[in-house]
């Protein structure tokens, strides 16, 4: 995990198994992480990445997290793309 | 068996107005029928026998690939059969839709009998039984019968007569 | 009748037609409920009975198929698996389809019974399907589930969000360069377990891009997204993905792309044109639907041929189909009849002596033509009457399982031999006698429960076999069960009490087992509702020898029976054996004839009061002398100069007497109509190529007569 000045940074590239596992990591430190930083150079390996952020935003509202700010991402591999939430 | 849909309605319009007939000669007797009963007129031709038939249907005869029963008239009339010969016509008549064929000694003119001219059939005196008679016509060529078909042959009659021998038998 | 008239008869028509279609499949359909084919089928029938029944103002049926459909949509996707109790309720929906249909028809404004129960049972089923989280209470559904129907419709054009994208992708829709492309608008809807199954984005998205540009990408995250101690990657929260792809390929490479996705998910592509994009955003309040060419896309499984088109499916159905014109059964006899005159008289030109005795090559040569063409019209138009027994075979499988239902035994029927073909007027005869002879088979046949089966060391479910086949100019169906087989000691108890059978008389078991057959025999100790309706096996025989065929039964006790149908294989014509009997010409059915023969004298015998008989290979048969029998002359024909035939008949052979063999020649049966009646040694008649009538002598009855005991 890198976490640095309160500043959690996920590779786009981190698979399945390694967001499990980082779920677990971030909530032992979700009331010290002020800001979720996605670093998508190299593309995004798993769409779950989007969910973890939805569900990390969930449970502490208070986290900064830009990329879910973001109204147009350019991601590669993807391209240009919108993220919501919806019920 | 052939049935034949009739293609033309017998309703009576006017009762006074003229009916055509068909005449035919029984033992030098003039008979007639309606001329809307009557499909065709054919020479006697080869006929198949058919077993266990009332004595009056002689069999049956091929009407352009149609299987048609024929009686002879004479032997429903109860008179004396003749003999075949070349007079001897068979005219194709319609009886509740279907074909029969009549057998008779020869067929004389189409006639205009106007209802004036009809009288009830006598009650007696004549040489058959007046049952198959409809009227009686005084027309300008003497006394002619006109004859209810149906009473000749209809099918209930038909099976009647063959429950009868069936029985006798 | 004025036009409207007419295209409502036609409208009826292709209702019936399609719910006669629909029937066996749905039979098919509980055999074997994932075969997505016959979903398939079932559902674009019903689909057109929807459109035809709104166009017609059937608006109970419209209703109700509506729903059906909704039901059967859903099951044709990949991986639906249709469980059986659905599969019957598609059985009990087609029913009530039926019935709506008849009520319709009939102009009747009310509703079949169970019209609200059944629909309302599509509607919980519908709703379960599509949102399984959720209990629907039963009671509240006809309002609460309007929504979730709708979602299966809900694949129109996103105006909002396409517009969303020209706006954030910075297309421009006017560029000429893209002319010809097409943007295609992907939706997939995902489910919760995909990455279990290997789901993975990149891998389709890598695809697509090689068909041409992402423009843009809409995720959905489901907001039921967990909180981070419930998270993990098992569970997908990714709802849906909206795509637009710039692409000049075809949508079927498109679709191409979604073979590789795990099944299940419900992809839908519309096919946007740029000229539809720019008429969209110039009128971008009104939605020109028409404008919009959309095709909804079920992503199947890789096996499967891919993703089918809905428009694609119905062109494809129809291909399938062939063409056929309907015809009046009545025509078709009118027919047959011309072509039997014209048979009569071309055998009348080739058997006249003048055109013999001119001897021309030429006219020869034509008359030739004539005779060959004369009969492969003949054989085309007798081909016309023939169908195959498929359909009414299909029928008693519904028949199987509604009594197996009853009896509560369990039944398989396999069918064999469906496409044998026989006479149209013979396969509309057969059913009746078919359904009581199955009934009597589970009924009776198999063994009341599945314990006993076993214990008999065989399998719990019960088999029968119906088979259908030609044997020569014959066409035999056979019903064939494992189950008890026949009883002959509790058969000849009951013919006993009955008074059928006489005491101290001994009885092969064939004669025991055609008590079986006689009026007022039934060996049900309770009267069923199956098979006890007051009409025995005597019925089922009537109506066999009625198409001039035969029964048989075989038998083993504890192994099971076969009841075997034998028929010609066409009312309108037999195999006759031409015979003269003093001058007249009769016709023997050559199916019932053993050999002909001429008699050694001392061979034959008078029994006084009982008529003459013949050793014939050791087995003595009664002589039935034609001409007598059938009053034709009263003149004795002397043994010397006769022939003797040998028939065959179940009852017993016998011999009858002609004075010669004059051929062989296949014959167009005609019936004596009026005649007919009471002359039971008669079957009918045909015209000869002479024009001449023969008589066809009818075995069955001659075989009664000699059992009335008359010939002396």
């Known amino acids: 995990m890198n976490l640095r000045d309160d500043i959690l940074t996920i590779n786009g590239k981190t698979d399945n198994k ?70 | ?56 249907v002689k069999g049956v005869i091929n009407l352009r690939g149609l299987v048609i029963p024929i009686i002879d008239i004479r032997l429903k009339f109860e008179l004396q059969e003749l003999a075949y010969n070349e007079r001897t016509t068979i005219i194709i008549g319609i009886v509740d839709e279907n074909l029969i064929g009549f057998i008779v000694d020869r067929t004389a003119d189409v006639l205009n009998i106007s209802q004036s001219e009809m009288a009830p059939p006598p009650k007696f005196g004549t040489a058959i039984d007046t049952g198959f008679l409809k009227y009686m016509a005084k027309t300008s060529n003497g006394v002619v019968m006109i004859v209810d078909l149906k009473k000749i042959f209809s099918e209930a009659e038909l099976h009647n007569v063959i429950e009868i021998e069936k029985n006798k038998g | 009748m004025n036009k409207n008239d007419r295209v409502m008869e036609i409208f009826l028509d292709e209702c019936k037609e399609i719910l006669s279609e629909i029937a066996p499949k749905l039979l098919n359909l509980e055999e074997t409920p994932n075969d997505k084919h016959i979903i398939n089928d079932i559902f674009r029938g019903i689909h057109t009975l929807k459109g035809n029944a709104n166009s017609f103002g059937f608006t109970k049926l419209g209703g109700f198929v509506h729903y059906f459909e909704d039901l059967l949509s859903i099951y044709r996707k990949e991986g639906m698996v249709l469980e059986k109790n659905e599969a019957d309720l598609f059985i009990r929906a087609f029913d009530i389809v039926e019935n709506v249909f008849a009520y319709e028809e009939a102009g009747r404004n009310e509703y079949p019974q169970n019209y609200d129960k059944i629909l309302n049972e599509i509607k919980v089923a519908l709703a379960i399907e599509l949102n399984p989280q959720e209990i629907i209470p039963v009671v509240d559904i006809l309002e609460d589930i309007s929504p979730y129907i709708k979602y299966e419709h809900n694949e129109k054009i996103n105006i909002e969000e396409l517009s969303d994208m020209l706006k954030k992708s910075g297309f421009n829709y006017e560029d000429k360069a893209i002319e010809n492309q097409k943007i295609y608008n992907i939706v997939m809807n995902l489910d919760h377990d995909i990455y279990l199954r290997g789901y993975n984005h990149q891998i389709f998205f890598r695809l697509l891009k090689e068909l041409g540009e992402i423009l843009f990408s809409y995720y959905v995250i489901d907001e039921n997204v967990p909180y981070l101690d419930d998270f993990n990657t098992e569970v997908s929260f990714v709802k849906q993905i909206s795509l637009y792809l710039l692409s000049d390929a075809d949508e079927m490479d498109i679709q191409d792309v979604f073979e590789f996705i795990a099944e299940e998910h419900e992809i839908s592509i519309t096919t946007i044109t740029l000229n539809d994009i720019q008429n969209i955003m110039q009128k971008k309040e009104t939605r020109p639907k028409e404008l919009i060419h959309e095709t909804k896309v079920i992503v199947e499984n890789k096996s499967s041929p891919a993703v089918i088109p809905t428009e694609e499916l119905f062109v494809k159905s129809t291909d399938k189909v062939k063409s056929t014109i309907r015809v009046e059964s009545i025509k078709l006899d009118e027919l047959f009849d011309s072509i039997g005159e014209l048979v009569i008289a071309q055998s009348y030109i080739s058997q006249n002596e003048q055109i013999h005795a001119l001897n021309n090559n030429e006219l020869n040569q034509y008359l030739d033509m004539l005779g060959k063409s004369t009969r492969l019209i ?15 075979f299909l029928k008693m499988k519904r028949v199987v399982r509604d009594v197996s239902i009853k009896t509560g035994k369990e039944i398989e029927l396999i069918l064999s031999g469906e496409d044998t073909e026989v006479d149209k007027t013979m396969v509309d005869k057969l059913s009746e006698p078919l359904i009581h002879l199955l009934r009597n088979s589970v009924d009776h046949g198999i063994e009341p429960s599945a314990e006993q089966r076993v214990s008999a060391g065989k399998e719990s479910i019960g088999n029968i076999w119906l088979s259908a086949s030609h044997r020569g100019s014959s066409f035999v169906i056979e019903i064939r069960d494992d189950g008890r087989g026949i009883d002959t000691k509790i058969i000849l108890q009951k013919a006993l009490e009955k008074g059928i059978a006489k005491a ?19 060996t049900a100790s309770t009267i069923t509702d199956i098979s006890g309706r007051g009409v025995g096996l005597d019925a089922v025989k009537q109506s066999i020898e009625e198409l001039r065929g035969k029964i048989t039964v075989e038998t083993e006790f504890g192994i099971g029976s076969i009841f075997r149908i034998i028929l010609p294989l066409t ?116 015209i ?15 075989r009664d007569y000699l059992d009335s005991g008359a010939n002396t």
Do not use: W
């Open chain 1, 18 to 87: 390694e967001l499990s596992a980082l779920a677990k990591e971030i909530l032992e430190h979700i009331d010290t992480i002020k800001e979720i930083v996605v670093s998508y150079e190299d593309g995004i390996e798993s769409s779950a990445l989007f969910s973890l952020l939805y569900s990390i935003r969930k449970t502490n509202p208070d986290i900064n997290i830009p990329f879910l700010a973001e109204v147009v991402k350019h991601i590669n591999g993807i391209g240009s793309m919108s993220l919501d939430i919806r019920g």
């Open chain 3, 504 to 522: 101290g008389v001994y009885y092969t078991d064939d004669e025991i087992i055609d008590f079986l057959f006689l009026a007022g025999f039934s």
């Open chain 3, 571 to 686: 009312l309108a014509i037999i195999d006759g054996l031409t015979v003269k009997v003093g001058d007249e010409v009769l016709i023997v059915p050559i199916l019932s004839v053993v050999e002909s023969f001429s008699p050694i004298l001392s061979n034959i015998h008078h029994v006084k009061g009982r008529g003459e008989f013949i050793n014939f290979r050791g087995e003595i048969l009664p002589i039935v002398r034609l001409n007598q029998l059938l009053n034709l002359s009263q003149e004795i024909i002397p043994f010397e100069k006769s022939t003797l035939i040998c028939i065959d008949h179940d009852r017993g052979r016998y011999v009858l007497q002609v004075s010669e063999l004059t051929g062989r020649q296949q014959v167009v049966i005609k019936s004596l109509g009026l005649l007919s009646n009471n002359i039971k040694e008669i079957s009918g008649v045909a």
């Open chain 2, 1 to 56: 068996m052939a049935t034949l849909q009739k293609k033309t309605d017998k309703k009576k319009v006017n009762v006074s107005s003229a009916e055509k007939y068909l005449s035919f000669e029984i033992n030098e007797e003039m008979y007639a029928i309606e001329i809307l009963d009557v499909k065709e007129i054919i020479a006697m031709m080869k006929f198949t026998k058919v077993p266990k038939m009332p004595f009056f």
């Open chain 3, 378 to 392: 003949q054989s085309k138009v007798m081909g016309l009457r023939m169908v195959a027994i498929k359909d009414t």
């Open chain 3, 688 to 702: 000869l190529g002479t024009g001449h009538i023969a008589l066809i002598l009818n075995i069955e009855g001659i």
